[in-house]
């Protein structure tokens, strides 16, 4: 499938962004001695590849507006769609030498009747450290540089792997994923915690888990996630079983055959 405008343009700013974090995670392993050494450090590269970012897609598209994880809300033309960008998904693995993170970059559009903003229409997961460019367009399914992406064909859960972000340092609702955890965790073949939502997502798209869940998360943490699942043929809702445009406060992803499974399973673990 050949790019299209759009997600050439993406891809180029998360190529860009990537080229300086791979460069900067290479250093960070120099700085462990120092307590706020490294955390200053990551801090200033997750700025630095959003600032890259922003400059080359402000150049493509100058009338569309921004939602940033580190610049917050840039608002352009009302009519336009918005660019929903995570410099460093995986920040965390990043400060920690440990070679799992991503960029992510999505596209909303506004809704026709003025009333906020719509569907996610295009995204794009890049990871530096081992160049893949998972991509998606509305409708024109999902991509790993040119070869399709379908989620897993897996039909059973006791087969199925599943990936998870879990509560830490005082973030996240420990007695509800403990809950979900309980739940699901007998009945999968695995569980999976790796620290970046966005590759979570897209690696559910590639088939390489069957499902994915967590709670807490930001919309640039999931945007182009969720689109990479749906154009891959599966599901993604909130714990109440709602196909958002974005889920991201509740996120449960699966392919088509074990996403409702997983919710019955999910939804189960949290009546009183």
């Excluded at 840039?74 to 336009?80: C, L, R, S, V």
């Excluded at 024109?140 to 070869?147: K, Q, S």
């Excluded at 992803?253 to 919710?263: P, Q």
Aim: proline share 4%.
């Amino acid at each position: 499938m050949a790019l299209s405008g759009l997600i050439r343009v993406m891809e180029k700013a998360a190529r860009k962004a990537g080229q300086r974090l791979r460069r900067d995670f290479g250093e960070v392993e120099h700085l462990q001695v120092s307590r706020k050494g490294p955390a200053d450090f990551v801090s200033k590269a997750d700025k630095m590849a959003e600032r890259t970012i922003w400059d080359e897609l402000r150049a493509a598209r100058p009338e569309w507006g921004f939602l940033m994880e580190e610049g917050g809300e840039i608002e352009g033309d009302p009519d336009k769609p918005r660019f929903i960008i995570d410099p460093l998904d995986g920040t965390s693995n990043f400060l920690h030498s440990i070679p799992h993170f991503a960029v992510s970059i999505a596209v909303q559009e506004p809704k026709l009747d003025g009333s906020g903003w719509g569907d996610i229409v295009a995204g794009v997961i890049y990871q530096p450290v081992t160049d893949e460019t998972f991509w998606a367009e509305k409708s024109r399914g999902a991509w790993l540089h040119d070869r399709r992406l379908r989620v897993s064909a897996r039909r059973h859960l006791d087969e199925a792997l599943i990936a998870t972000g879990m509560p830490f340092a005082g973030h996240g609702d420990t007695r509800t994923w403990t809950r979900i955890y309980q739940a699901i965790g007998p009945n999968v073949a695995g569980i999976r915690r790796f620290g970046s939502a966005a590759l979570d997502l897209a690696w559910v798209a590639a088939g390489r888990y069957e499902g994915f869940w967590e709670q807490g998360l930001k919309p640039w943490d999931s945007a182009a996630g969720c689109l990479l699942v749906r154009e891959a043929g599966g599901f993604v809702s909130d714990f109440r079983g709602r196909s958002l445009p974005i889920c991201d406060a509740e996120v449960l992803a699966g392919n088509d055959a074990l996403h409702s499974r997983l919710h019955k399973l999910l939804a189960g673990s949290l009546k009183d």
